[in-house]
């Protein structure tokens, strides 16, 4: 039980459900303290990693390990973890005070140390002058708030959460975000969060683990996710991509295997930027998606190979282009990503 140990270590976890492999041989180490995210499409398996490392569900196979000890076949009150979930599963008739101090009436804490816990854990999400009110009193972030602090009352190593902020309008699941990694920060608590959406997962975590049907696909740190995509699923789920097929690759970008490019690294020019390591092809713009902030253009290239190009709306943009206008797209060869020569199912072009 040292403090060089993992918070969490998987070996070979599997789990299946009948004929369905919901988790298949997945290895993961997450450093205590770290916000750590798996992200991957509906069905992926996420929901039920956590559920294992909670003790909800019991592996197929493999093992789970907390600080070094191995709890694979601990109950789930015997694990230091605490799980938040979607629906937050909040008491109606408890008062929020009441809500938070539960956790610490189940394991027999006195009223008074109890109370004074759950000030301090609503206090932490700043909803102390809340504490009376029953959660049908609060606006769904505050509910998400008071779940927050209930799960982290009890002082557990490890939260799980399992899409907390899905329930969210847009607005609200953007602040939530920010006072999410201030929370995490401030209790030094290893948080492990699951979520569908690839900017969440990008703009919160410390590592992702992108998971494909029950798989680890890849796991880094944001940037190398989004800058070095091993492979056309996680190019293609983190972020959008401009992907070319082994074809596309050879005609276009003069390279063997799958390749993508990033819409933001791409820029369009009448003329072509003509410069060394640089790559130009002609093409006739389809689409201009005027977005505030910058400009998508969708282009055609003229082999026929679609192309999404996303404009910074700065001073540097010298013409508005518009359907039907030629043009030459540019890349710099450095930015073109090689995803290996596998080709997904599913995956065309
Ligand atoms: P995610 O959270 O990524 O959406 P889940 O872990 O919930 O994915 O599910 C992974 C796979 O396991 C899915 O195919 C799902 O249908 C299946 N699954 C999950 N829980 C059960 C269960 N209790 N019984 C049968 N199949 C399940
Ligand atoms: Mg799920």
Do not use: C
């Amino acid at each position: 039980m040292t403090e060089t140990q993992p918070a969490i270590r998987l070996t070979a976890l599997t789990k299946e459900f009948g004929a369905v492999t919901a988790v298949d041989h997945v290895d993961l180490e997450i450093a205590a303290g770290e916000f750590f995210s798996m992200l991957g499409p509906s069905g992926s398996g996420k929901t039920t990693v956590l559920r294992l490392i909670a003790g909800f569900e019991q592996p197929t196979g493999g093992t789970v390990e907390l600080f070094g000890q191995d709890v694979t076949k601990r109950a789930p009150f015997d694990r230091d973890v605490n799980t938040v979930f979607q629906d937050y599963a909040l008491f109606p008739h408890m008062s929020v005070l009441d809500n938070v101090a539960y956790g610490l009436r189940v394991r027999g804490l006195g009223r008074k140390e109890r109370n004074e816990r759950a000030l301090r854990a609503l206090a932490s999400v700043r909803l102390e002058q809340m504490a009376g009110r029953k959660p049908s009193q609060l606006s769904g972030g505050q509910r998400q708030r008071v779940a927050l602090a209930r799960a982290t009352v009890v002082q557990p190593k490890v939260l799980l959460l399992d899409e907390p902020l899905g329930a969210l309008d847009l607005k609200l699941r953007e602040q939530m975000q920010v006072e999410l990694k201030e929370i995490q920060r401030e209790l030094g608590i290893t948080f492990i969060f699951v979520t569908h959406d690839q900017e969440e997962a990008l703009t919160l975590s410390d590592r992702i683990a992108v998971f494909n049907d029950g798989r680890i696909e890849q796991l880094g740190t944001p940037a190398e996710l989004y800058e070095r995509p091993r492979s056309r699923f996680v190019a293609d789920f983190v972020g959008t991509s401009n992907l070319f097929d082994v074809e596309r690759s050879r005609t276009i970008l003069g390279r063997d295997g799958h390749h993508s490019v990033r819409p933001e690294k791409m820029t369009v020019s009448r003329g072509g930027l003509d410069q060394p390591g640089v790559v130009d092809v002609p093409g006739t713009v389809v689409e201009a998606i005027y977005l505030g902030s910058g400009v998508r253009l969708v282009v055609d290239l003229d082999d026929g190979t679609r192309v999404s190009v996303l404009e910074q709306n700065d001073r540097d943009r010298m013409h508005d282009d518009e359907r039907g206008d030629r043009v030459v797209v540019s890349w710099h060869e450095d930015d073109v990503v090689p995803l290996g020569i596998e080709a997904l199912p599913g995956i065309s072009g």
